[in-house]
């Protein structure tokens, strides 16, 4: 019952969000030329799985935490979102 309301809920957070999602990829399209791009990372049990995220650092940028990055690596969307913080979900979390 709870994964069938996680379902529904982050159904319908897509179709609320979707302007917002599609202004951010349009932006990203003429920032870096490519607005998103997966990462695999290591979840439960040592299982990889793929997350994909928004660009916010140039294609050329070494894969580094985004603190350790150089500021001229860091896009205006990236800029943006980082005084914005509207990129990190956990703000919005409610556990």
């Known amino acids: 019952m709870i994964r069938l309301l996680d379902i ?3 159904f319908l957070g897509l179709i609320v ?4 999602l ?4 349009l932006v990203g399209f003429f920032d870096t030329g490519s607005p998103i ?8 049990y040592k299982k990889p799985f793929k ?6 650092m140039s294609v050329e940028t070494e894969s580094v935490a ?12 990236g800029r943006f ?3 914005q913080s509207s990129m990190s979900y956990r703000s ?3 556990f």
């Open 22 to 25: 599609l202004v951010v990829i």
């Open 81 to 83: 979102c980082a005084k």
């Open 92 to 94: 919005w979390s409610m």
């Open 8 to 10: 529904f809920a982050a």
């Open 17 to 20: 969000l979707w302007p917002i």
């Open 66 to 77: 985004s603190h350790l990055a150089s500021q001229a690596s860091i896009t205006k969307l």
């Open 51 to 56: 997350l994909i995220k928004f660009r916010t």
């Open 37 to 44: 791009f997966v990462q695999e990372r290591v979840g439960r």
